[in-house]
Nanobody, 117 residues
Framework: VRVVDSGGGLVQPGGSLRLSCAAS????????MKWYRQAPGKEREWVAT????????SYNDSVKGRFAISRDNAKNTAYLQMNSLKPEDTAVYYC???????????WGQGTQVTVSS
């Protein structure tokens, strides 16, 4: 099983980034995909979820209207499009695959996002 996050970097306030989460070793469509983030000195917080079939999405209020989660089940990959980035979005972003049956979960290694001028 592998879950690999990528796409982070340094961006100016107001800019955009797209994170990717490539998964392998399990049946991708039977897993919800979630993004979390952890800022320095803070607890990890949930950012967004997309259900297994990709029908439903949900967001933390702090990113609603700016971030969009999606998935390509043919490529076993989930994405997080981040627009209008703010300095407070700076964090390590983690992807998590969570079984729709509730009995397994797999985390990515994290990718650093830094929003600064």
């Amino acid at each position: 099983v592998r879950v690999v996050d990528s796409g982070g970097g340094l961006v100016q306030p107001g800019g955009s980034l797209r994170l990717s989460c490539a998964a392998s070793g399990f049946t991708f469509t039977t897993f919800h995909m979630k993004w979390y983030r952890q800022a320095p000195g803070k607890e990890r917080e949930w950012v967004a979820t997309i259900t297994g079939p990709g029908i439903s999405t949900s967001y933390n209020d702090s990113v609603k209207g700016r971030f969009a989660i999606s998935r390509d089940n043919a490529k076993n990959t989930a994405y997080l499009q981040m627009n209008s980035l703010k300095p407070e979005d700076t964090a390590v972003y983690y992807c998590k695959a969570e079984s729709t049956f509730g009995n397994r979960e797999y985390w990515g290694q994290g990718t650093q996002v830094t929003v600064s001028s």
